[in-house]
């Protein structure tokens, strides 16, 4: 794999971009309705086109777990992985297809991340940690051991989550977040301790 194209144009995309060349990898478009012209030598070529350059590997670069999700339904390229040459990951850890594992994250022996996750800035994930499909993780967060994190959470900058704890799918951590007890699904909690504050239901 050295051709890829990226579904995003924005922020989180522009990061991804870097990731990307920082490994060495040709970036050869980046597809987004909502932005043209060039990004670092790299054209934007708006709306997702499923013929252009049917080799090539993709990265849904989006940070809405909800609409990553739906883009990587509709993407036809086959998938690889964004994993910037800074992550320290144990030879014992694995991950699937479509992640984003951004500068300095740290994954120990036995995590288990899915697809189409995104471990922003420094993240640390600890030894045997489960992280379903779809989740993102933003940046400074840490992972004690033996945490599970369901599809499709959020999990906001700066959180601690201690040791064995399960968080369900689709709910969300605020940033700063300290989580002692486990979170049901589709849950908001906030806080130190973390407590639930309301529940939502976007997957």
Known sequence: ????????????ARVVLDCLQAQGVQVMALFDPQYTGDLWGVPQRGAYDPAFMPEARAVVAIGNNAVRKHVASITRHEYTNAIHPSVIASSRASWGIGNMVMHGVII???????????????????????????????PGTVL?????????TFI?????????????????????????SDIPDYAVAVGNPARVIKYTNVS
């Open 156 to 180: 906001g900058a700066g959180a601690v989550v201690i040791p064995g704890r399960k968080i369900g799918v689709w709910a969300t951590i605020g940033a700063g977040a300290v989580v002692t």
């Open 108 to 138: 120990q022996a036995q995590a288990r991340i899915g697809n189409h996750c995104i471990l922003n800035t420094g993240v640390r994930v600890d030894h045997d940690c489960i992280i379903d499909d779809f989740v993102h993780i933003a």
């Open 1 to 12: 794999m050295n051709k890829v194209i990226i579904q995003g144009g924005g922020e989180h």
């Open 144 to 152: 004690c051991g033996t945490v599970s994190v369901g599809e499709g």
